[in-house]
């Protein structure tokens, strides 16, 4: 029998000065990526298989030295990396990063904890439950999303999951909670904009509940939801014998920022008994200035909702905010307790343990990155990014407005800009390619009536006037450029 | 409008100095908090409300400085925290965590990219797919994993999310890729242990399937699932109407690490075409060692298999691999392709677009920390711990056996021992409480045969013989005690 500690091997073990000097070197890498981020073509320029291909086909027998690893990320694997922190990314969403999030994170990783349950490291659900709170106040959201009420914040990874949450607490609420033992017995129906975010569709299916029962209602001619369509959705279903459950709604669509009005859609729900939750997933970070609130006015008729910090508030991904009105509806669609996770704090009642609300058992220790943003930049910090970044946005579609080629497709209600070349889809495709394959800057598109839109959205860490003014030169020439 | 850059306000720049001197800051923390980690109790002594209680109750308005922040750290949430990464843990399962896993996923925070599709980081999902490649060549997994043929491997974030995604695509398969559409319109059934995770009634639950759908199949008398039994509930539903659809078997069960008989398992679902799920989360690490590899006897016949290198392979939470036999299968269940997301790269079939392998749409570049590992520890490395691990778990068992007021009380197959005081489930109890309150070591327990029962689980990455011999002498002294 070998009783030999591990790591004996030479060279193979990682004593605290290794990790002091490795941990450096991986500080500092980081410090020059984020400086010379500007210098990679925004968008990788690789094809399909280029970077596996330089890479071993087998795993290594031996220890290789840590500077071997760190010079293959540098040569090896950049130029296979889009670069999502770049000040020249325009495309999808932003996905901002910052300093006190990448070294909270770092923090939980030391740690190495898992937030299961209360009990297996206590400051990680009291300091989680804490800041979500924390976001209630600071974003003026509805009190009854406060723990200390019946409601709650939970981190998740994505709105994906946050969606998958709400969904399935809605089938469960309309099923007396029956779903989850027998199985679905009945055509269950949910709704859902046109421009919903293709998670909700995804989650009809995961659910159980099918992609079919999902209505996707009208919008009117600023890409919102149309109450009207949505109340004659629900009543054609309920005279079919079906049972409504579930509407998402968005403040801010992924296609054009477009916000759905909940001040009408909340009463549609409360009267026919729905669960409405509601999407936030970017434009949500908006509402911590007192001054865009508006995106959030009727967001007390709803049961959950859920935005990203990841996305627009300088937060590493994974972060999604996800808030219930009702925690124990939550709790009841989501929970069992097998032998082995029982303890006295569980019993007791007294203790929130997250694994009961969320998809996963395991669960890392997110509220850290979160809570260190919150305080290294303060409220008064994340205003004025926010701030910026929507002036930047008005500044771009000023310079759209103004121009002979181009046109405004969608309203501008935050930091997101749709528009066209007044050409057509083929030229509005070109154009996107063409500044794509530059590298220079980084666009995405989407389709509005049919019509192919270019997405300009801003809001990544360090962009600034300079980069978005350089990208609307570069937009307007690449138009004048021939075929 | 304004248009000065954002982070203008003193204090609240991060340069790139300003992040080099607190990312030094972190990593000396980490490295003392790993060195020192031995003097804290492994289970936090705090009551509920204690940690939150000395945090603020509002959110900052202004910045406040890194050092206080991290000073908080040690002074408010430490106390708050169990320690899984102490050498006295034994509790649950281990979570062992290394220096180039916690620098693979700070390069991952700071890249801040997002792998949801090829294109979005062509590396991220390139190195992902070769280092799953890599580990079936690593562990002797079937060749039909691999993604270079019709299979492939992908890193979700747990084995309870692997399970599901098995699960749905199970369902899938089962209904002709029906469900996703129009809802399920027929009672399926699933099976697996009456010792399987919890995680398996989960995805009962999500999936829409209901958990009283999920049979749990007898043991035999070393608590692994009984072919002839599975067999019996199969053919038993099958002539009430039931459409079978999925099977879960353990290789490695959570209370006592039993590996169910794949060999037998494998053509009972083969010949009802059934999908067959194996959820290795923690022993699956063992197979590194060609020696244990009889634990994966029969894998050729599942169609899904996952392990979960945050458990006991020196990858810190989230990673679990989840591997196929078919990925079309699990890519139909799980794909939706909206306009926004569309690309070039996408629509040439070329590209592995990993959203379509998973629950949410974001992902993390996680495959970083798990090529770090492998590298820097090399598979002699990895398999040197996993045997000394394995060695320790036989030295502490020969002990039990060896006391006259001890029994082993399940089979010991690899790292986890499951024993019991002789005396009952009154004296286990009281043995159990009174170790994880004095924070010298932290256990826990299951139920084996309505018994309760302690389990001594090994896989620290710092773990060594004095620590297991000082285990073992508290617990024979507290059998000692009187109430």
Redesign the interface.
Known sequence: ?????????EG?N?T?????K???Q??????????NVEKYPV??Q?E?????RR?PA???????P?D??LAD?NE??????????SPNFFA?YP?????????G???A??????GML???????T??E???LD??V??MGLPGSFRSTGAGGGVIQ??A??AS?CAL?AA?ERATGFQ??????DR??TAYASSQA???I??AM?????????LRLIELDDQFRMRPDALQAAIESDLAAGKTPCFVCAAVGT??TGAVDPLPEIGPICRKHGLWLHVDGAMAGTAAICPEFRTILQGLEWADSYCFNP?KWMLV???CDCFFVADRTSLIK??S??????K?K?TE?G??IDYRDWQ????R?FRS?KL??V????????LR??V???V??A??FASWVEASDDFEIAAPVVLNLVCFRHRGGDEVNQRIMDRLNQSGELYL????LDGRLTL?MSIGQTNT??SHVQRAWDRIASAAHQGN
Chains 1, 2 share one sequence.
């Open positions: 029998m070998d009783l030999e500690p591990i790591y004996a091997g193979q990682v605290p000065d290794d990790f002091r490795h941990g450096r991986v500080v500092d890498w980081i410090a020059d990526y984020l400086e968008l990788s690789v399909s298989g280029d970077i596996r890479l087998s795993p290594p027998l031996h220890n290789e840590f071997k690893m990320v090896i694997l950049l130029p296979g990396i889009t670069h999502w922190q999808y996905s901002n990063n910052s300093g006190p999030s990448i070294l994170d770092l923090i990783s030391g740690l190495g904890i898992q209360w009990s297996t490291s206590p400051a990680c009291e300091l439950t804490l800041v924390w976001l106040e600071a990874d994505s994906s999951s998958l399935l089938r779903s989850n033992r027998t199985g679905i055509p269950l975010h293709s998670s569709e995804k299916m995961i659910s159980g509940l099918g992609a079919d029962n992924t296609s990841h590493n991904f994974d669609t989501l069992i307790l097998p032998e082995y996770l303890n704090a007791s007294a203790v998809i996963p058992l395991g890392r850290l809570w260190f919150l305080r290294y930049f303060g409220l008064d910090g004025s990014m701030r910026y970044h002036s930047l008005r500044q995405t598109h989407t389709k997405r600034e006037l």
